[in-house]
């Protein structure tokens, strides 16, 4: 479609404009306008409804998100010879949008508020850390494959960054398990994150054979089209498995010395002034 925010002209296009590839980009131009709409009223109730101020500072965070990517994305269609270069921001802040309702939907979940107790986190390879950098790994893992997707560089790169997320997420799960195996709050999400990440190897491999199949084709055909997006929304999921793991890893651990200062005061008793 040539123009921006409308369509053709119109805010509603007709049957006639509803065709080949328009169908895909005029759909994704609703469901934003959907996601933008939501993600205004869930920035609105948290900041009346919430007494924590960085929830509610998130909240905006999130709104302001989706006003940005809804910006870049106007940017793609209004210059349409950088469309490719234009991809790659408009990925990432999909996705770090994404990232932040993901967020927001741990801090408001129920386990989030029961008491959990709070364990040391290993000095030599601390799982917080493990984890955090395992997070922006996926996620620029998740930019280049939007740069590849549209053009804007070849392969190579999204390869090299496959290596280094399996690595890194074999590696996260596996200290997991190992040390906190049979604490459900960070094993399950570990567990997904690999079982996500296995079915995301399949289908970056088939995504991929049925480009170079595809090569002839006047425009994107099946199955091209719903392995990519299989593709991109496992990535989505395996984004979101990784941060829900580093949210609790930093919630449930800490260094020793502030596990210890916790403990101790957990057990001080409260003193009267008359005993002052």
Not at 41 to 68: D, P
Not at 140 to 153: K, T, W
């Amino acid at each position: 479609m040539p123009d921006w925010p409308v369509s053709f002209g119109r805010w509603l296009i007709s049957s006639k404009n509803f065709v080949a590839n328009v169908r895909f980009e005029y759909s994704h131009r609703v469901i934003a306008g959907i996601v933008g709409f939501t993600t205004l009223v869930l920035a609105v109730w948290t900041h009346f409804s919430e007494r924590r101020r960085w929830m509610r500072m998130l909240g905006l965070i999130a709104f302001a998100g989706v006003v940005a990517q809804a910006g870049i994305g106007g940017l793609r269609v209004l210059f349409p010879e950088h469309k490719a270069l234009i991809a790659v921001p408009h990925a990432l802040v999909a996705q770090s949008f994404f990232a932040v309702i993901v967020a927001i939907a741990v801090f408001t979940s129920s386990s989030w508020a029961v008491p959990h107790e709070v364990k040391p986190d290993q000095s030599g390879l601390a799982l917080r850390k493990l984890a955090s950098i395992t997070v922006l790994a996926v996620l620029i893992q998740l930019v280049l494959g939007a740069g590849f997707r549209h053009q804007a560089f070849g392969i190579v790169p999204h390869i090299i960054g496959a290596g280094t997320v399996t690595l890194l997420i074999v590696l996260t799960v596996v200290t997991v398990i190992r040390r906190h195996g049979d604490n459900d709050y960070l094993a399950r999400p570990a567990k997904m994150a690999l079982g996500l990440l296995f079915l995301q190897l399949f289908l970056g491999v088939a995504a991929y054979l049925a480009r170079l199949a595809s090569v002839s084709d006047p425009q994107p055909l099946e199955p091209m089209i719903s392995l990519t997006v299989a593709h991109l929304v496992v990535g989505g999921l395996t984004l979101a498995s990784i941060v829900v793991l580093t949210l609790r890893c930093h919630q449930v651990l800490a260094d020793a010395d502030e596990v210890l200062a916790v403990e101790s005061r957990a057990f001080v008793l409260p003193v009267r002034r008359s005993e002052l």
